[in-house]
């Protein structure tokens, strides 16, 4: 039972941390790997390049948790 519980809380701590270090490296300007995403020269790069966007769609993929979470709390369900 603790396993689940730890598990639960690391699940609906990876959207907000990935949120958080999207904006603090657009706060800083990019970082050190701002040149190995974007190293390829545009050539099939990501074409919005950058750390920022990759840790915005981490957050988004990992938001799942949060969502299960807000549907459970908006229609009462326990389980």
Do not use: I
């Not at 701002?34 to 190293?39: E, G, H, N, R």
């Not at 950058?50 to 949060?66: D, I, N, R």
């Amino acid at each position: 039972m603790a396993n689940l519980t730890m598990a639960n809380g690391l699940g609906l701590a990876a959207a907000p941390t990935f949120a958080v270090m999207a904006l603090l490296t657009a706060a800083s300007g990019g970082g050190p790997m701002d040149a190995l995403c974007t190293s390829q020269g545009g050539q099939g790069a990501f074409p919005f390049g950058g750390m920022v966007p990759m840790y915005v769609l981490m957050s988004v993929f990992h938001a799942a948790p949060w969502l299960k979470l807000l549907h459970r709390r908006t229609t009462g369900e326990t389980t």
